[in-house]
């Protein structure tokens, strides 16, 4: 294999301005989708059926239809009916948006997950039901779900090169200019192909520090 430390050099600049990118829209993304999941979860959990079926209908056809249909949508459909968003808000918005139906899933599992007796208990206690919800429900519920929430996180990483389809240019967006301008493509791959791994696995490893920190 011809390999050119120069080229990685060369590429290590457009590789930074990529990863903070990218970062960015792993940091926001993930917070809109937990945000917004718990949201979705709680209003499918609403005692009439004119709010559980908007909700359910709306996540079902986001969690059904491709991200990549969603970022082409928001961002040449959008305009065209009076609402312009910049190329980077548009990706951390469908990123958020399309995995806050997954994350809602997982809310929904932990809620189920909680024993009948933390109710009751709540209800004997005379407890009103925001602070049910808040002190007794969701601190058990959230510690429960903490993994898979870790899994979407990792998942979302792996799709932020969807939106160099969008002009949004994170790490592959930059990698790919370098390549076009330097026609070398071995070197700035694997470069990103290595930080993709780097940001995984200490991803995994803060999730599961944080995992540890509220079983105890």
């Keep these: 294999m011809n390999w050119d430390w120069d080229a990685v050099r060369d590429f290590m600049p457009l590789f930074r301005e990529g990863l903070v990118v990218t970062l960015q829209v792993l940091a926001v993304g993930s917070l809109i989708a937990f945000t917004l999941g718990l949201v979705w979860a709680l209003l499918m959990r609403a005692p009439t059926r004119w709010v559980r079926w908007p909700?359910?209908?709306?996540?079902?056809?986001?969690?059904?239809?491709?991200?990549?249909?969603?970022?082409?949508?928001?961002f040449y459909v959008l305009p065209e009916w009076g609402l312009t968003l910049s190329a980077m808000t548009t990706g951390v918005v469908a990123i958020g948006l399309h995995y806050s139906t997954y994350t809602m899933q997982v809310y929904r599992a932990g809620i189920e997950g909680v024993p009948p007796g933390q109710w009751e208990a709540a209800i004997a206690l005379n407890l009103s039901r925001a602070r049910t919800w808040r002190a007794v429900i969701l601190p058990q519920a959230v510690r429960r779900v903490v993994p898979a929430l870790g899994n979407y996180v990792i998942a979302m990483l792996k799709d932020t090169p969807m939106l160099m389809a969008i002009t949004v240019l994170e790490m592959l967006g930059r990698a790919r200019l370098f390549s076009q301008a330097s026609f070398r493509?071995?070197?700035?791959?694997?470069?990103?192909?290595?930080?993709?791994?780097?940001?995984?696995?200490?991803a995994s490893l803060l999730l599961r520090t944080l995992e540890r920190r509220l079983v105890r």
């Design 185 to 202: 493509f071995t070197e700035p791959l694997t470069v990103i192909g290595v930080a993709f791994i780097v940001i995984s696995s200490l």
């Design 55 to 74: 909700v359910g209908t709306v996540t079902e056809f986001v969690r059904d239809t491709p991200l990549l249909v969603q970022l082409f949508f928001l």
